[in-house]
């Protein structure tokens, strides 16, 4: 698979990673911890993205409570083969803990995920959100001070919108922004995505399916399929439920379908094809889920064809 250079960083990631934020748990959400896929399962689809040569896994501690953390590790030991591991933290770790981007407590929390993934340092080591009771200066300042410890490669901000960005790019440049986006999610166009290109930082998208929507999953009229995201945790997606979204969905579909692709394979390509994105996240929830990214490795947009898809949406 081909790799792109990480920002500024020495490191380069294959242009998917790894979402693991389904093992053990739905993302960060303490009701949904047990739930998503089992080690069993969750192995399963390390080994295949490995197969697929797949660099980058990515995580973060409260995803699943720690659970997609210790199945990494787990997985690390027992095929003996160390992926490029991106982590993150802010998030409690269960229902009232705590939570933020304090020194303290993100020493702590690094500390806890390197014993769970069994690993001296991580690749990338992300805020997962804005701790607006935490200076900048104190977060970014550890974030440094564990680069020069070794236990931290590079770190980045995830889930921060252009004022937050513009207020750690004062202090410092993170090297990587990782936010949602995709060709029905195009918020980070405006601002984010420039100042990304403006100052050199990788910018690396989540939900690239927007959550299942752009793979045709969601009927009109009809309850979500169960086990998908807009059954167990809609609330990010519930304003695109919409006879607007589903009318551009429409569109996407036949277009997808001249071009002889599914509509994640194009959904894909689509990111793929953005100058900006260095690598896009995928979270598969069996091995087989793999495979429109595969498909989309092989296909070409033009910036005029990527244009055209994303006014679709307008």
């Known amino acids: 698979m081909e790799r792109r250079q990480l920002g500024r960083t020495d490191l380069e990631v294959s242009r998917f990673t790894l979402g693991c934020g389904s093992f053990g748990g739905i993302g960060s959400a303490p009701e949904l911890f047990g739930h998503g896929e089992n ?32 199945a990494i590790g787990k997985w690390i030991a027992s095929r003996q083969h160390r992926p490029q591991i991106t982590t993150k933290t802010f998030a409690p770790m269960e229902a009232g803990e705590d ?9 702590r929390q690094l500390e806890s995920s390197l014993d769970r993934l069994g690993v001296e340092r991580v690749d990338l080591y992300l ?17 440094e ?3 020069e410890l070794g236990l931290v490669r590079a770190w980045g901000v995830s889930n921060f919108d252009a004022d ?40 690396i998208p989540f939900s690239p399916l927007a959550g299942g929507w752009l793979t045709g999953k969601y009927k009109r009229g009809e309850p979500p399929p169960a086990g998908s995201r807009m ?18 969905l429409d569109r996407f579909a036949e277009a ?6 599914d509509m994640a394979t194009l959904a894909l390509a689509w990111l793929l094809s953005r100058p900006f994105v260095t690598s896009v996240i995928v979270g598969p929830r069996s091995p087989q889920q793999l495979e429109p990214a595969i498909a ?9 064809e990527a244009d055209e898809l994303a006014a679709l949406f307008d």
């Open 39 to 70: 080690e069993e399962d969750a192995f399963r689809i390390m080994d295949a993205a490995r197969a697929l040569d797949v660099t980058m896994f990515d995580t973060a501690d409260a995803y699943g409570g720690g659970r997609s953390e210790t």
């Open 99 to 107: 939570h933020g981007l304090a020194r303290a407590r993100i020493t």
């Open 127 to 143: 805020a997962h959100a804005f701790d607006p009771d935490v200076s900048l200066e104190e977060t970014i300042g550890t974030f």
């Open 145 to 147: 001070g564990l680069i």
């Open 164 to 203: 937050q960005l513009r207020s750690v790019l004062e202090i410092s440049r993170p090297a990587v922004v990782q936010n949602s986006y995709s060709v029905l999610d195009r918020d980070d166009e405006a601002a984010v995505i420039p100042l990304c290109t403006e100052f050199d930082i990788a910018f």
């Open 231 to 248: 059954a167990l945790r809609p609330g990010p997606y519930e304003e695109l439920r919409t006879d607007a979204t589903f009318a551009a």
């Open 256 to 261: 997808a379908a001249e071009r002889g692709f």
């Open 296 to 304: 989309a490795l092989d296909v070409r947009l033009s910036p005029d």
